[in-house]
């Protein structure tokens, strides 16, 4: 038996326009059922259930294919069910899943040294590019993008409090970071993600927190002051709504930070990784602004969790045996597939055609303000495979997202697709996005 899927007001015109009625059979509407009776409903989900993926697709209970291009978030950079992630998984899960911290395993260590490296040679960090020494910066490993945060921020405490007492200086404890930022949902990360609808409801919050605007050159010296013991910014806020920090600006942080002693950070959770064509955004850019710490997490296993702080020798020394840990963090199965997923990132081959990809889309999402030009702002948003439509009248993209998703596309405002998506699914995201603006 199959009923008619019960979908709100502008969805429901778009379906009966234009898209076959999807239907929920009775096992699909028990796991709904069971979602909302078990289930903390803390997200409004349409009503399907995934059950599988290949490569940039997924599939719903009832067999509706959908063109996955917001990758789980920035997350399934090689795509849905990549072989290579699955023998890795299976192989490592049946060796060595877990060992707890107190003890070394095989993969930590030689992921923590690909990630270092790979910064050595690309250039990002402070290195400068085909740097090669041994050590020169430390990886701790977390399970998530909040923890990873979480974890540079207390890092950063516990530098300025160092160096608060190497100068003789009563108090270096506040953090500074910027609206529109997004760092997690954990009562730290949370404190520095200044959007009111996620802070609100729990505060009060950290105390000692300063909010600025990106790219506000004039206002930097009276941010951060000699209180502030760490700067967290987004080199690209993606939840923000893909705002790009400008080097400029970049550098004259950086340069703030080094003249009061502030920890910078960067949290390239959602921008890192090679989304953008380099392991890290702000591999690109002068070294005058690279930050102390860099935070990462979605793509590093393709989906398993993990998550990473990576930073500078200089302000690693602070963090001695008990002064920070985790349970699962840096295990072996996390590790393993990280480290499988990391190598075939950094494969020349990957690198080509993201750059390809990435010119393909420019192209092709420069067509849409020309055609929309009461509708989006003139310029598309962000770099290489994480871009952004800005739209005019704020109500329009939330109808936009519903209409292209009952249209078999997900997420075409923010465009974080899988990192090895092909020009025609590139394609298939582009029409069905400016068939909706259309649609609008
Ligand atoms: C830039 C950024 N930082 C932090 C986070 C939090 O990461 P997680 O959801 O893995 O805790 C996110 C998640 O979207 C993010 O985009």
Same mark, same amino acid.
């Given at each position: 038996m199959h009923r008619t899927l019960r979908v709100p007001g502008l969805a429901r015109r778009a379906l009966s326009s234009s898209a076959a009625t999807p239907s929920i059979t009775p096992k699909t509407q028990a796991l709904l059922d069971l979602s909302e009776n078990y289930?903390?409903?803390?997200y409004a989900r349409p009503s399907f259930v995934l059950s599988h993926g290949v490569g940039s697709y997924v599939y719903d209970t009832s067999g509706k294919r959908y063109l996955d291009f917001s990758a789980g978030i920035a997350v399934n950079a090689l795509g849905h069910a990549d072989q290579g992630v699955v023998e890795t998984l299976a192989k490592q899960a049946g060796k060595l899943l877990h060992t707890s911290n107190v003890y070394h395993n095989e993969w930590a260590p030689q992921l923590a040294a690909l990630l270092v490296q790979l910064t050595q040679r690309e250039g990002g960090l402070g290195f400068t590019p085909n740097t090669s020494v041994v050590g020169g910066a430390k990886v701790f490993f977390s399970n998530s993008g909040t923890e990873a945060n979480e974890g540079a921020l207390k890092i950063a405490r516990k530098v300025g409090k160092d160096r608060a007492k190497d100068a003789g200086v009563d108090s270096k404890t506040r953090i500074v970071c910027f609206e529109g930022g997004f760092h997690g949902r954990s009562m730290g990360a949370l404190s520095v993600t200044t959007n009111p609808k996620y802070q609100a409801p729990f505060a009060p919050l950290l105390p000692g927190i300063d909010v600025g605007t990106l790219n506000d050159l004039a206002g930097l010296e009276k941010l951060v002051t000699g209180e502030t013991c760490a700067v967290i910014v987004e080199p690209i806020q993606g939840e923000g709504g893909i705002n790009v920090a400008s080097t400029e600006w970049l550098v004259a942080l950086r340069k703030r930070c080094d003249a009061v002693g502030a920890v910078l950070i960067f949290?390239?959770?959602?921008? $890192?990784?090679?989304? !953008?064509?380099?392991?890290?955004?702000?591999? !690109?850019?002068?070294?005058?602004?690279?930050?102390d710490i860099v935070t990462m997490a979605k793509p590093l296993a393709n989906g398993y969790p993990i998550g990473a702080v990576l930073l500078r020798d200089g302000v690693a020394a602070t963090m001695t045996a008990g002064t920070h840990g985790t349970t /699962? $963090? $840096?295990?072996p199965l996390a590790c393993a597939i990280g480290h499988h997923v990391l190598s075939r990132l950094a494969e020349a081959k990957t690198g080509q055609q993201i750059a390809a990809t990435n010119v393909y889309l420019n192209k092709r999402l420069a067509e849409l303000p020309t055609r929309f030009p009461g509708v989006l702002e003139p310029t598309i948003r962000g770099r290489g495979l994480i871009r952004g439509l800005g739209f005019l009248d704020p109500t329009h993209p939330g109808i936009v997202v519903d209409l292209a998703r009952t249209k078999g596309? /997900?997420?075409?405002?923010?465009l974080v697709p899988?990192?090895?998506?092909?020009l025609p699914e590139v394609d298939t995201a582009i029409d069905v996005l400016g068939e909706c603006i259309g649609d609008l």
């Amino acid at each position: 038996m199959h009923r008619t899927l019960r979908v709100p007001g502008l969805a429901r015109r778009a379906l009966s326009s234009s898209a076959a009625t999807p239907s929920i059979t009775p096992k699909t509407q028990a796991l709904l059922d069971l979602s909302e009776n078990y289930l903390l409903p803390v997200y409004a989900r349409p009503s399907f259930v995934l059950s599988h993926g290949v490569g940039s697709y997924v599939y719903d209970t009832s067999g509706k294919r959908y063109l996955d291009f917001s990758a789980g978030i920035a997350v399934n950079a090689l795509g849905h069910a990549d072989q290579g992630v699955v023998e890795t998984l299976a192989k490592q899960a049946g060796k060595l899943l877990h060992t707890s911290n107190v003890y070394h395993n095989e993969w930590a260590p030689q992921l923590a040294a690909l990630l270092v490296q790979l910064t050595q040679r690309e250039g990002g960090l402070g290195f400068t590019p085909n740097t090669s020494v041994v050590g020169g910066a430390k990886v701790f490993f977390s399970n998530s993008g909040t923890e990873a945060n979480e974890g540079a921020l207390k890092i950063a405490r516990k530098v300025g409090k160092d160096r608060a007492k190497d100068a003789g200086v009563d108090s270096k404890t506040r953090i500074v970071c910027f609206e529109g930022g997004f760092h997690g949902r954990s009562m730290g990360a949370l404190s520095v993600t200044t959007n009111p609808k996620y802070q609100a409801p729990f505060a009060p919050l950290l105390p000692g927190i300063d909010v600025g605007t990106l790219n506000d050159l004039a206002g930097l010296e009276k941010l951060v002051t000699g209180e502030t013991c760490a700067v967290i910014v987004e080199p690209i806020q993606g939840e923000g709504g893909i705002n790009v920090a400008s080097t400029e600006w970049l550098v004259a942080l950086r340069k703030r930070c080094d003249a009061v002693g502030a920890v910078l950070i960067f949290d390239e959770i959602q921008c $890192g990784l090679y989304r !953008t064509g380099t392991l890290w955004a702000h591999s !690109t850019l002068p070294v005058e602004c690279h930050p102390d710490i860099v935070t990462m997490a979605k793509p590093l296993a393709n989906g398993y969790p993990i998550g990473a702080v990576l930073l500078r020798d200089g302000v690693a020394a602070t963090m001695t045996a008990g002064t920070h840990g985790t349970t /699962f $963090g $840096g295990s072996p199965l996390a590790c393993a597939i990280g480290h499988h997923v990391l190598s075939r990132l950094a494969e020349a081959k990957t690198g080509q055609q993201i750059a390809a990809t990435n010119v393909y889309l420019n192209k092709r999402l420069a067509e849409l303000p020309t055609r929309f030009p009461g509708v989006l702002e003139p310029t598309i948003r962000g770099r290489g495979l994480i871009r952004g439509l800005g739209f005019l009248d704020p109500t329009h993209p939330g109808i936009v997202v519903d209409l292209a998703r009952t249209k078999g596309v /997900f997420n075409v405002l923010r465009l974080v697709p899988s990192l090895n998506v092909n020009l025609p699914e590139v394609d298939t995201a582009i029409d069905v996005l400016g068939e909706c603006i259309g649609d609008l």
